[in-house]
């Protein structure tokens, strides 16, 4: 047993890491309301960097370790020595994750593309090793806790400077992200053609265009779309490479829906809440409801289809077997859960910062329903697969026909929707104008 958990220990914390990234929620949102207080700005930073310490994230993993190491290490080998040495090198490497938690959400505020860069980097070098059968995250892991087990203290030095490097680097990034001052550029005025927003291109483009502009300007939505292209890179090819874990076909159901939707399922959710503080702007120009909902319908069938391009590569060469698979979820995708997203987005009633940095950590505009709407999203194929996996094709073909109804039905959905819009528009209007602090 002991053998066994220090060779896939690295990988263990790895996961758990992913799963503090998602749900941790950044230091610099919960430091905003003391900035004005007559405390330092250093000695403020540190105080919440030493809280955050306070996490389930961190108390957990001991639910499991402190038992192991009495049942395993601590009564034979290596004995009280080793094991002490072992359960303080997990310590440190819970802290490092932590304070590496808070150093990536610095750098995504501070410089998005050097933080996507990063993860890409990162996530390739895991999906290689799997891929060439090398192994090294594995090797590395059982050498760090073995020696660990023989008491190295040379390694367990290493491991306490690379968790305070990294605590003070974080520190300084957080205080600097908060210093600074929202820079405008100054750009010089010149009379240009408005080539793209034609009005001969019709509203529906028209409205299509400015949605893709305000995603790209602004951080919030943009941080959306940048760790969706992540998500559909990186964290698939990890499941892919992780073959026997997804060998149920019901289980391998998550991949198809994350794979081409992850990000309609994200960005979907607030599609109206993104326009909150215009929002009353639209519902006093001369833009026709229908056409509004058709463009947002459009543009969240379209994500489909270009995340499915931009995640097939990792199909064709790590898993072929589930090209089938992930055939079939580009429809279902682009037809039900376009359409399931779109029903939750005419019913945002909150304000968002579209300005504000965050991601998929900050919460602002979230509801308990948007938590539970991926149950009947998700929970519908992954039965069908389940109950027919001995006849896979009936299910994918069952599946991927529900898919292609429902987009030759678009256009229903869109004058559906529209009602709906119509109906709630003054409720969402009203919404969106209370500031929340």
């Known amino acids: 047993p002991i053998g066994f958990i220090n060779r896939y ?3 263990i914390f790895i996961g758990l890491f992913s799963l503090r990234f998602f749900l941790q929620q950044g230091q610099k949102l919960k430091m905003q309301p003391y900035l004005h207080l007559p405390i330092s ?18 108390i957990i993993p001991y639910l499991f370790f402190i038992p192991f190491s009495i049942r395993y ?20 490497i819970l802290l490092i994750s932590h304070y590496t938690n808070n150093l990536l959400r610095a750098i995504l505020t501070k410089n998005t593309w050097f933080y996507v860069l990063t993860i890409s980097v990162f996530a390739s070098l895991l999906v290689l090793d799997q891929v060439i059968n090398t192994q090294y995250l594995q090797l590395f892991s059982e050498i760090l806790f073995e020696e660990l087990l023989r008491q190295n203290l ?22 600097q992200n908060l210093l600074a001052s ?61 073959s026997q874990v997804f060998s149920s076909r019901a289980i391998s159901a998550i991949i198809g829906i994350f794979a081409s939707g992850t990000f309609a399922l994200n960005y979907g959710q607030l599609m109206f809440s993104w326009e909150s503080t215009y929002f009353d702007g639209f519902l006093a120009r001369n833009i026709r409801p229908e056409e509004l909902i058709l463009a947002k319908l459009m543009l969240l069938q379209g994500s489909c289809l270009v995340f499915f391009l931009i995640s097939l590569p990792l199909f064709i060469f790590l898993s072929p077997n589930l090209l089938l698979l992930h055939v079939t979820f580009l429809f279902y995708n682009a037809g039900v859960t376009s359409v ?16 504000r940095s965050g991601s998929f950590f ?13 149950l009947p999203t998700i ?37 559906f929707f529209t009602e709906q819009l119509l109906d709630k528009k003054y409720v969402m209007a009203s919404g969106f104008r209370q500031y929340e602090s």
């Open 9 to 11: 220990l690295l990988e």
């Open 73 to 92: 290490l601590w009564q034979g080998y290596p004995g009280p020595g080793g094991a002490m040495f072992w359960l303080a090198g997990i310590t440190l």
């Open 41 to 58: 700005l250093k000695r403020l930073v540190y105080f919440f960097q030493a809280f955050s310490l306070l996490s389930f994230h961190n």
């Open 340 to 355: 399931l997203m779109l029903a939750l987005a005419v019913r945002n009633q909150r304000r968002v910062n579209i300005a």
């Open 154 to 175: 040379i390694l367990l030095g290493l491991l306490l400077s690379l968790a305070v490097s990294i605590v003070l680097y974080s520190s300084a990034l957080i205080q």
């Open 362 to 374: 900050n919460y602002e505009g979230f509801s308990a329903m948007h938590w539970l709407w991926i």
């Open 379 to 415: 929970t519908p194929p992954a039965i069908l697969l389940y109950f027919l996996e001995n006849i896979t094709w009936t299910a994918l073909l069952f599946i991927g026909g529900i898919g292609v109804t429902s987009l030759v039905l678009s256009k229903r959905w869109s004058l």
């Open 182 to 242: 929202p820079v405008v550029a100054q750009h010089q005025r010149t009379q240009r053609t408005n080539i793209i927003f034609a009005p001969e291109r019709g509203q529906v483009l028209n409205l299509i265009l400015l949605e893709l502009k305000m995603i790209w300007r602004n951080k919030r939505p943009k941080h959306y779309f940048l760790l969706s292209v992540v998500f559909a890179v990186a964290y698939i090819a990890l499941m892919l490479t992780e």
